[in-house]
């Protein structure tokens, strides 16, 4: 579940006092705020006299923002590594959520892994944004794909940026064949992924077969849909004409790295 929202502003006050007393600040008196940014994913907060705070020092702050057009608050009530990153530059967030009878809830639903957490994520356009500094679940594309390695901000064993592959990976994920932000999957499918990189290696289970090549663009080409239920070959084929004769059995893995696939997957045909 992708939380899209705009981050305005920080309440350091009291519920920031061990973190704001770290850096010798007065507990009375709040300190100014510079600005506030996103490294990977932790907040980066700098004060107005140049000391700074990082994500696990915020536990407990409040952050002014704007999410879905209104103002909102979102506290900050903890912060972890991801034990499953094997970079050590993944923090995870549990974001909370202001309810209507004054209590927090946790704004993030459990991911495949049963976490309930998120992290900021600094986008730069593209799936379902125009850019700028997003929250993101660990249960949605974007959180998932940088769990699965794809970090849009480091680079790959090639020494090239990992971008356009998390951005692959998104497509992929939401099963958007199209590259036009139509989702064709459903919640719960199994998907296996893989890459040129070798940061993620397919499982090969034997109920799965190959299902499609993406790149930030969309799938290249596609073998078979992996929700039958919600749309067939020959009707992405006339809705995305970019997959007109690229369906079917022409759909191979070998047929996709021609024709510039960044990741592959399989799932049950």
């Given at each position: ?10 309440a350091i006050?009291?519920a920031l006092a061990?973190?704001?007393?770290a850096f010798e600040v007065?507990a009375?008196?709040s300190p100014?705020?510079s600005?506030i940014?996103?490294e990977?994913?932790e ?6 006299d140049?000391?700074g705070?990082?994500?696990k ?5 409040t952050?002014n923002v704007?999410?879905?057009?209104q ?5 900050i009530a903890?912060?972890e590594?991801?034990?499953?990153d ?16 004054g209590?927090w809830a ?6 495949p892994d049963?976490r309930t957490?998120?992290f900021?994520?600094?986008t730069s356009g593209?799936?379902?944004a125009?850019?700028?500094?997003e929250?993101?679940?660990?249960s949605?594309?974007l959180?998932k794909?940088?769990?699965?390695g794809y970090?849009p901000?480091a ?5 090239k940026s990992?971008?356009?592959q ?5 497509r992929m994920?939401?099963?958007?064949y199209g590259g ?5 999957t459903?919640?719960?499918m199994n998907?296996?992924?893989y890459?040129?990189?070798g940061?993620q290696t397919?499982?090969n ?8 090549g993406w790149t930030?663009?969309?799938?290249v ?6 929700v039958k239920?919600?749309?067939?070959l020959?009707?992405l084929?006339a ?5 007109k004769?690229?369906t079917g ?5 070998e ?5 510039g696939a960044l ?5 049950k045909?």
């Amino acid at each position: 579940m992708l939380r899209r929202v705009l981050l305005v502003g920080l309440a350091i006050g009291g519920a920031l006092a061990g973190a704001v007393s770290a850096f010798e600040v007065a507990a009375q008196s709040s300190p100014a705020v510079s600005s506030i940014s996103v490294e990977g994913t932790e907040i980066v907060v700098t004060l107005a006299d140049g000391r700074g705070l990082r994500s696990k020092d915020l536990v407990g702050a409040t952050l002014n923002v704007r999410f879905e057009g209104q103002p909102a608050k979102v506290r900050i009530a903890g912060v972890e590594l991801d034990p499953g990153d094997k970079s050590g530059t993944v923090w995870l967030h549990t974001f909370e959520g202001r309810q209507a009878d004054g209590t927090w809830a946790n704004l993030c639903s459990a991911g495949p892994d049963g976490r309930t957490q998120g992290f900021p994520l600094q986008t730069s356009g593209g799936q379902d944004a125009a850019g700028g500094l997003e929250f993101t679940c660990g249960s949605g594309a974007l959180g998932k794909c940088v769990r699965f390695g794809y970090r849009p901000w480091a680079l790959g064993p090639d020494g090239k940026s990992l971008a356009p592959q998390h951005a692959a990976c998104v497509r992929m994920v939401r099963g958007d064949y199209g590259g036009a932000d139509e989702p064709f999957t459903k919640d719960g499918m199994n998907i296996d992924l893989y890459d040129l990189q070798g940061i993620q290696t397919p499982d090969n289970a034997s109920d799965q077969t190959f299902e499609a090549g993406w790149t930030p663009d969309g799938a290249v080409c596609v073998h078979h849909v992996r929700v039958k239920e919600n749309v067939t070959l020959a009707q992405l084929e006339a809705r995305f004409p970019k997959l007109k004769g690229r369906t079917g059995a022409i759909c191979t893995e070998e047929f996709a790295r021609q024709n510039g696939a960044l990741l592959f997957n399989r799932s049950k045909d």
